[in-house]
């Protein structure tokens, strides 16, 4: 059974950093395009990064320079390491693995606020 699960997430100051990690199983981890997205109540989901097989990366205007996502296909795992991090950051931050099919994990919170 595929399980996509996240961590790393919690409140945090602003202008602190966060890394969010999200573990992949029972998927071939390393043909996957993985990607971080994010929720807040009322909006719709959005892309904040997503890193490719080859490890390309691709970021939402709105991060970059503060966000970078990074991928250890040993590990299974894909990381969000978000810096200098604003009250509008606050939502919930889902990862995403896609490739034939598609796979969300559940969310992690991030909160920042003082």
């Known amino acids: 059974q595929v399980q996509i699960v996240e961590s790393g997430g919690g409140l945090v100051q602003p202008g602190g950093s966060m890394r969010l990690s999200c573990t992949a199983s029972e998927i071939a981890f390393n043909l996957y395009i993985l990607g971080w997205y994010r929720q807040t109540p009322g909006t719709q989901r959005e892309l904040v990064a997503e890193?490719?097989?080859?490890?390309?990366?691709k970021y939402a205007d709105s991060f970059k320079g503060r966000f970078t996502i990074s991928r250890d296909n040993a590990k299974n795992t894909v990381y969000l390491q978000m810096n200098n991090l604003r009250p509008e950051d606050t939502a919930v931050y889902y990862c995403?693995?896609?490739?034939?099919?598609?796979?969300w994990g559940q969310g992690t919170q991030v909160t920042v606020s003082s």
């Open positions: 890193i490719d097989s080859g490890g390309n990366k």
């Open positions: 995403n693995a896609w490739n034939r099919d598609e796979y």
